[in-house]
């Protein structure tokens, strides 16, 4: 991940109010529980607020432990004597007194004038001059990693966007980060100054909109058949719900969030799916080439680990994930290898009867293969769904039972039927499968991971983008936190 996750032993917050930077335990029980928005960091604050705080106190002891155990290194290599330990114990690890942070004064011209000045001069080599920042200003974190000043234009801020957040940072910089403290060179009037102008850059509602939820989609029944795909007029009976995903490693360029509906007719289960992407990459045949794909998951579990699912009895998770370069071959009936490859070289040939009979038959005009034989795909052959030219959905369904654990499901339960419509840079899809599994798959050796519906069911459900232009692909994506979906 970038950035990576904190390491509480070294214990240098980024995110706190106190006048020496050790975090109180409101500015962990903040974090935790908002999450940092501009980092995979998700909120927390759907846990009870009795784990909250305990999360609070072990983050807290995580670190008290390892400066215990580094002043006790020192007494023992003579560095310290075991009576200053106690002091310097506590001046390592109890937080300080809280920053007082002064009235807001009005913002009008001529302080947002003195606001701009005051950025100019003091922070704009790093945060660029008109709030993005230069591709040169990238510094490097206590660890030597790449850390790039926040930009301003995109307005996702960390620690929030608000007056007394800012003050903090701005006062006393954020640890272990090439961002400097400004303590004791402004007046309290001009840091609010500052506040102001950095505010006035952000784009509105970029930090609302970065900020993950966990809300509830609802998936009502409908008389009659579901949709026949994702513009059918039926959907506008379901409620849209606004997910905001976060990518994994993070960047500005990404796929902000994406709008769920659910509907179902007693039988079957449909989801439409609707993201913006201005560019539609349905080809991954090259190996620079990438899809766009989205995925839903559904957890076994009723209250799911935060990724992927684990090892424990129903730790598993199903994933649908729909593929754009599958649906377009399966629409348009051949895979486009020859516009992909114009000068490829061929080991085929056209005169050479063999390959009609006995390996496949080609439909010449496009250069693609319309028959298959599993003797020479070799991938397929060996039971592969990926290469198997026979399945008819651009659809894959996947479990999973932690990360680094996903698997395909056999062929029989491959069962997830999906349809899609790309329009002025919006993509739309639906998924769909029976809320039972079909008869023939019950009795499949793997139906115990397969999750099945019925009205009334109140289950955790997340959602994955993936973006081919930018080079997604495996987990390089955004994704959003659990959200719940209740079948009517
Ligand atoms: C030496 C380069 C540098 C200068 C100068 C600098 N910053 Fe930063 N700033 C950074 C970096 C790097 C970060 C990102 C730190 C991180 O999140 O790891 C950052 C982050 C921030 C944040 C984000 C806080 C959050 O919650 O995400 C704010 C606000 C900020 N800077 C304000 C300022 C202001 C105002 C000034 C001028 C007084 C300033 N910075 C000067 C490098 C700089």
Not at 42 to 63: C, E, F, Q, S, T
Not at 149 to 160: A, Q, T, W, Y
Request: net charge negative.
């Amino acid at each position: 991940m970038n950035p990576r996750p904190r390491n509480f032993k070294a214990g240098k917050f980024k995110l706190t109010t106190t006048q020496n930077l050790i975090p109180s335990d409101d500015d962990l029980f903040r974090t935790i529980s908002r999450g940092m928005p501009g980092s995979a960091m998700p909120p927390w604050g759907h846990l009870p607020l009795a784990d909250l705080k305990a999360l609070v106190a072990y983050v807290r002891k995580i670190h008290t432990d390892a400066v215990q155990s580094e002043l006790g290194a020192g007494v023992l290599a003579g560095t310290y004597s075991a009576e200053e330990v106690p002091t310097l114990h506590d001046d390592r690890t109890q937080p300080g007194q809280p920053i007082i942070v002064p009235p807001e004064p009005k913002v009008d011209y001529l302080r947002w004038f003195n606001g701009r000045r005051l950025y100019t001069e003091a922070c704009a080599s790093c945060h660029g001059p008109d709030g993005h920042p230069l591709p040169e200003a990238v510094k490097f974190d206590d660890d030597g990693f790449p850390d790039p000043p926040r930009s301003f234009v995109n307005g996702i801020f960390k620690g929030g966007m608000e007056g007394p957040d800012l003050f903090c940072r701005i006062m006393k910089g954020m640890r272990g980060t090439p961002m400097p403290a400004s303590e004791g060179n402004y007046s309290a009037d001009d840091t609010w100054d500052l506040i102001h102008y950095v505010q006035s850059l952000a784009r509105s509602g970029s930090q609302e909109r970065a900020q993950l939820r966990q809300s509830t989609i609802s998936a009502p029944s409908v008389p009659g058949p579901l949709p026949t795909g994702p513009t059918d007029p039926i959907w506008n009976q379901a409620r849209p719900v606004y997910v905001g995903l976060t990518p994994l490693w993070w960047r500005d360029d990404r796929i902000e969030g994406l709008v769920v509906q659910g509907l179902h007719n007693e039988e079957e289960l449909a989801i439409r799916l609707s993201w913006l992407d201005p560019t539609r990459d349905d080809r991954a045949v090259r190996v620079d080439e990438f899809r766009d794909a989205v995925a839903i998951q559904f957890s076994l579990a009723s209250d799911p680990p935060f990724y992927m699912g684990d090892n424990s009895e129903h730790g598993g998770v199903n994933i649908w994930m729909w593929k754009a370069d599958r649906q377009k071959n399966i629409d348009s009936g051949y895979q486009d290898v020859d516009a992909a490859f114009p000068d490829r070289v061929t080991d085929m040939y056209d005169e050479c009867p063999i390959r009609a009979q006995d390996m496949t038959s080609v439909d010449w005009a496009h250069g693609a293969l319309t028959e298959h034989n599993s003797t020479y795909i070799t991938a397929w052959g060996a039971g592969n769904l990926v290469a198997d030219p026979h399945l008819k959905t651009p659809v894959e369904c996947l479990v999973a039972k932690g990360p680094g654990t996903l698997a395909g499901k056999p062929a029989n339960v491959q069962v997830v039927k999906g349809q899609a419509v790309y329009q002025r840079g919006v993509w739309s899809v639906q998924m769909q499968r029976s809320l039972q599994l079909p008869h023939d798959c019950e009795h499949s050796a793997t139906a115990g991971d397969e999750r099945v519906f019925h009205s009334g069911d109140f289950l955790p459900v997340s959602f994955a983008i993936w973006n081919g232009s930018v080079g997604d692909r495996d987990g390089k994506k955004d994704i959003s936190i659990w959200q719940k979906l209740v079948i009517e």
